[in-house]
């Protein structure tokens, strides 16, 4: 079992609806979740980080942890265009305060 | 203007060819390390290193190299490089370890 899942996608949204990306992780014991956007041919860049259960907002971007059913969600509100791109999702494992596990990636593709 | 900064963008080159990738960071970070990206495993950790001298293997070390003799670079040495280190390679550095994350720009590495 991989330490942190994420659907390859792509998931195709039209212009100005929700985008709803998904994560969960293994280790139950996780205690820090980032969530980061890679355009192709770019380097990651973060856009959420989320540490306590319930949803945190930042913009059009809302980041959902429950830590009880291990899963981590990024909802991407009013999408545009500019936000196709993967998302990754990374988790900071149990005495794992070095390291990051990330997912591979979800593809997310918002037409007009 | 704070960057990490990772040369070359791309290479190529021949199996047991060594190579070094260069990484330097301006932001005065204390942790650093390398990525690899692969279709479908998403990134995973090479090395990193918590400062000066400390230095310590990620989850897929094998067949690579690092040091840490200053603060602002982090290389990796490839010593006898194989087709199955084929990929693209990230730098990242940040304050700590499950900070943000400020990636370089990636080197393609293609061995043949």
């Known amino acids: 079992q991989k330490e942190v899942e994420q659907n390859s996608g792509p998931l195709s949204v039209p212009e100005g609806a929700i985008a709803s990306l998904n994560c969960t992780y293994s280790d139950r014991g996780s205690q820090s979740f980032f969530w980061y956007r890679q355009y192709s041919g770019k380097s990651p860049e973060l856009i959420m980080s989320?540490?306590?259960?319930g949803d945190k907002e930042d913009g059009r971007f809302t980041a959902q942890l429950n830590k009880a059913s291990q899963y981590v969600s990024l909802l991407i509100r009013d999408s545009q265009p500019s936000d196709s791109a993967t998302y990754l999702c990374?988790?900071?494992?149990?005495?794992?305060?070095?390291?990051?596990?990330f997912g591979a990636g979800t593809r997310l593709a918002v037409h007009p | 203007e704070a960057q990490v900064t990772q040369n070359p963008r791309y290479l190529i080159t021949v199996t047991g060819k060594k190579l070094t990738v260069t990484c330097s960071q301006n932001?005065?970070?204390?942790?650093m390390s390398w990525y690899r990206q692969d279709p479908g495993l998403g990134l995973r950790q090479i090395y990193y290193s918590m400062n000066v001298e400390v230095t310590d293997k990620g989850d897929v070390p094998e067949g690579y190299k690092v040091s840490r003799k200053e603060k602002r670079n982090f290389p990796l040495i490839l010593e006898s490089p194989s087709p199955n280190q084929t990929s693209l390679y990230f730098c990242?550095?940040?304050?700590?370890?499950?900070?943000?994350?400020?990636f370089g720009s990636g080197t393609q590495l293609s061995v043949l």
């Open positions: 990242a550095s940040s304050l700590g370890a499950v900070e943000k994350l400020f």
């Open positions: 989320i540490y306590s259960n």
């Open positions: 932001m005065n970070h204390e942790y």
């Open positions: 990374a988790v900071n494992p149990t005495g794992g305060y070095n390291k990051l596990i």
